[in-house]
């Protein structure tokens, strides 16, 4: 007796603490074939897409995969693997089922299931086991192999077994997610070659520990996988299963992490071709074109491989890279491409999205897949012997030197040095090389030193890899990726001149499904930025560029650290930008375009961007760019544009759909502004969490639906804190200001309506409101903060 005493109050003590004892997670079993198991990681391609479900649900699960290679329902079952997953099976868990690949296989006893009797028996009994057990079965429909018929249509493999699974489900009211269906629609959509990424299509000597196969249709690649992966989660989602609330956030509150765009990575033969072995000489001085270039092609003959630049000076002219190709700079090499223009043959390319005459690039990939730049070495485009230079940019003595050693021709004012006579004489022809009207390049010849190459040009290539590599001194933009997609940049520097014209980082532009990642810029003109074309020629095309994840990267000296436009006449959706830091760039985050662009810029998520001394705007939409320097220098003049309304036409810019979070900046002219045309305003912007410290505060003109919420706004110029022009729809929500402000709200235009000033102490400053010029005070509306505050008299006077 006394012992049962005891232990009856052992329990009881026991169970008093059991509120310490952290909570079991729910753990999500996963039992299916080789689609979805794990799989060895080293030097080895396969993956299944139940490796990447644990990256898309929250660490408030775990995730156990029991898939296994080649098994089917029966072998499964008579392995004793599903008696396992029983006996760790606990209430509230998950079981996610697919078969059906290996139980077709009627020629293997030890697999075979027939569709419609053992097939069917045994996920009827998956179903009510796990139901025993408390958990929640979800039944998934086999997913697809990729096969095309002569064509180009697609073919179903799977006969019944993907019908049988929903019968199954439907007869017990289980969850169903139909992987069959959404898989072949990924696969279609991808295309006859495309829908190749997701699969395992890998010769030979790729990787160490996979022997390779030309046509596996069946099996994931790193990709592939994760696209599934999504496929399942996007299911999840869409029919709000119990499981949506473990779905992952992403970085961008309104997206799920599967949601982001995913980047396919080419991969190389393990074969090294060194430049050496083709006469290369390491002299900073020996032109090592042909050599540079002989390696290449012969790498190319043997199917690829990596073309190896070792440790050295190396000076070439242009390099022309072939499919299959890693062209790598080891540590300590330093590519310099020649400054003799002769080197640079007039070929055809583009300018600002039209086709154009231009010098040869230093390295130039066009019409080719799986292609990289990679490694610690430096590539140097000698761009000083290029670029013209404005004298106010130089100090005097900077000046005198630049001419001693550059030679070159100046402007008829003195004020401009050109390279030579025929760039001089490009620039007073106002000319961009455009092949229209029946031009053919030798029609430049005259003024061809002023049509200076771009350093990086890909053009309409797939399966991009730029990692680690320097690239400085470019002749104009830096790294310029058009009409290409599955692009992965990581870990690019690009150094240019501050005062180097044109001299953009990287410009994406008409391309898709680009990753930039951890990469430093310091640059003479925009730092990371976005295009598809320009004008009528842009709008042809339409080619918008999409799907881009930009994250942790670093931007200094540019004119934007991240920027859209002006060229965006083909469209640009779906941007992901964060975790950025932008130190002394000329605007932060810079959205520009013009009356004749056309083009719809939307679907723009920003969060987590850090910026230091920005000399124009911190943040800027604009829609009368003006194609000159954001900053305007000591003693220039510019007139504002000239308002007035246009017809709606396909010439009509269009910007809307803006998401940002998570914004500071230590210093800049100006930390908001938003400027629309009045025939079509910037649209449906959200500002959230924001602390901004600048010299004028808020700028709100032509605009609608526009959401700021809890923005610290530290400006020296309070008159006004925020100003809003024939804009509607305005909500301000939690502003924060500095005391005593002069004035909190200016709002000016007939056209101005819906002003919302919510939850901000506006008893701070010194005058509330000042209407005028057609707006009224009546068009705002306040709610205040739990604090009573004083009634404050308000003016109507024009903007001061």
């Given at each position: ?270 074969d090294t071709f060194n430049i050496l072995n083709y006469g290369a000489i ?336 911190a943040i800027l939409f604009d829609m009368y760019y003006m194609a000159k ?134 008893a701070a400053a010194k005058q509330k409101l000042i209407a005028g010029f ?27």
């Amino acid at each position: 007796m006394k012992l049962k005493r005891t232990l009856i109050i052992l329990a009881m003590v026991l169970s008093g603490f059991a509120f310490l004892l952290p909570d079991k997670k729910v753990t999500v079993f996963l039992v299916g074939d080789s689609t979805m198991a794990n799989k060895p990681l080293d030097e080895n391609p396969e993956r299944g897409w139940g490796m990447y479900l644990s990256k898309y649900l929250t660490d408030d699960v775990e995730v156990q995969n029991h898939a296994v290679n080649g098994r089917s329902t029966k072998s499964f079952i008579n392995e004793h693997r599903w008696d396992t997953i029983l006996s760790r099976l606990r209430e509230g868990d998950y079981v996610l089922i697919q078969f059906g690949h290996n139980d077709s296989k009627a020629d293997d006893s030890t697999r075979s299931a027939p569709a419609h009797t053992l097939y069917k028996e045994n996920l009827i009994r998956f179903v009510k086991d796990v139901r025993s057990k408390g958990a929640t079965p979800v039944l998934i429909t086999p997913v697809m192999r990729r096969k095309f018929d002569a064509n180009g249509n697609f073919v179903d493999q799977h006969g019944d077994y993907p019908g049988v699974v929903k019968e199954v489900a439907a007869s017990l009211n289980v969850p169903l997610i139909d992987l069959h269906k959404s898989s072949e629609a990924l696969i279609v959509k991808e295309g006859v070659e495309g829908s190749r990424r997701l699969f395992l299509n890998i010769p030979p000597n790729h990787f160490k520990n996979y022997k390779g196969k030309e046509e596996d249709n069946t099996h994931f690649s790193e990709y592939g996988a994760a696209s599934m992966a999504s496929l399942v989660c996007q299911a999840i989602k869409e029919q709000n299963l119990a499981l949506a609330k473990y779905l992952r956030p992403s970085d961008f509150k309104e997206k799920f992490a599967f949601e982001l765009p995913r980047i396919y990575s080419p991969h190389f033969r393990r074969d090294t071709f060194n430049i050496l072995n083709y006469g290369a000489i390491a002299d900073g001085m020996t032109l090592n074109s042909a050599a540079i270039n002989n390696a290449i092609s012969e790498c190319a003959k043997q199917g690829g491989g990596t073309v190896l630049i070792p440790r050295g000076s190396f000076v070439t002219g242009p390099i022309m890279l072939k499919s299959n190709i890693n062209l790598h700079l080891a540590e300590g090499a330093l590519v310099i491409f020649t400054p003799d223009f002769d080197q640079y043959p007039l070929v055809v390319s583009t300018f600002e999205g039209v086709e154009a005459a231009r010098c040869q690039s230093p390295v130039t990939a066009e019409n080719i897949e799986n292609i990289a730049i990679t490694g610690k070495g430096i590539m140097n485009g000698n761009g000083y012997y290029w670029r013209p230079v404005r004298r106010d940019k130089l100090t005097e003595s900077e000046w005198k030197a630049h001419l001693k050693k550059y030679g070159g021709v100046l402007s008829e004012d003195q004020k401009t040095w050109y390279s030579s006579a025929k760039a001089l004489k490009g620039f007073n022809d106002k000319t961009i090389g455009k092949l229209a009207g029946g031009k053919k390049l030798s029609d430049f010849e005259d003024v061809k030193d002023f049509l200076r190459p771009n350093m990086i040009r890909i053009f309409n290539c797939k399966n991009v890899r730029i990692q680690d590599v320097t690239f400085e001194n470019s002749p104009a933009w830096t790294t310029h990726i058009q009409f290409s997609e599955h692009i992965t940049i990581k870990n690019l520097t690009v150094k240019n001149p501050w005062y180097g014209q044109n001299t953009d980082a990287l410009d994406l532009e008409s391309s898709k499904n680009a990753l930039v990642e951890d990469c430093h810029f310091d640059t003479g003109d925009d730092g990371i930025c976005i295009k598809s074309g320009r004008d009528e020629e842009g709008r042809r095309k339409g080619m918008p560029t999409k799907d881009v994840i930009v994250n942790n990267c670093v931007v200094y000296h540019a004119h934007g650290g991240f920027v859209v436009g002006s060229e965006m006449s083909g469209g640009v959706n779906n941007m992901f930008v964060s975790n950025c830091t932008f130190i002394g760039s000329d605007i932060g985050l810079r959205f520009k375009t013009t009356r004749g662009r056309g083009g719809l810029v939307e679907n723009i998520y920003v969060n987590n961007v850090n910026m230091k001394d920005i000399p124009a705007e911190a943040i800027l939409f604009d829609m009368y760019y003006m194609a000159k320097d954001p900053v305007v220098l000591s003693g220039e003049k510019r007139e504002p544009p000239k308002v007035e309304f246009k017809p709606v036409d396909e010439t009509t810019p269009q910007f809307r759909n803006f998401y940002f979070r998570n914004i500071t900046c230590n210093g800049a002219a100006k930390g908001i502004f938003v400027r629309g045309i009045p025939e079509m305003h910037v649209k449906n912007i959200w500002i959230e969490n924001a602390v901004l410290q600048a010299s004028e505060g808020i700028d709100i003109q032509e605009a609608s639906n526009i959401n700021l919420k809890n923005i610290t706004m530290i400006s020296k110029n309070t008159r006004p804190v925020a100003y809003v022009l024939n804009s509607d729809s305005i909500r301000i929500d939690g502003l924060r200001f500095k005391d005593s402000a002069e004035v909190l709200l200016q709002v000016q235009g007939e056209r101005s309506k819906d002003i919302q000033l919510l939850n901000s102490n506006t008893a701070a400053a010194k005058q509330k409101l000042i209407a005028g010029f057609g707006a009224g005070e009546a068009i705002v509306s306040w709610a205040l903060p739990a604090a009573t505050e004083p009634a404050k008299k308000t003016k109507s006077k024009k903007k001061q």
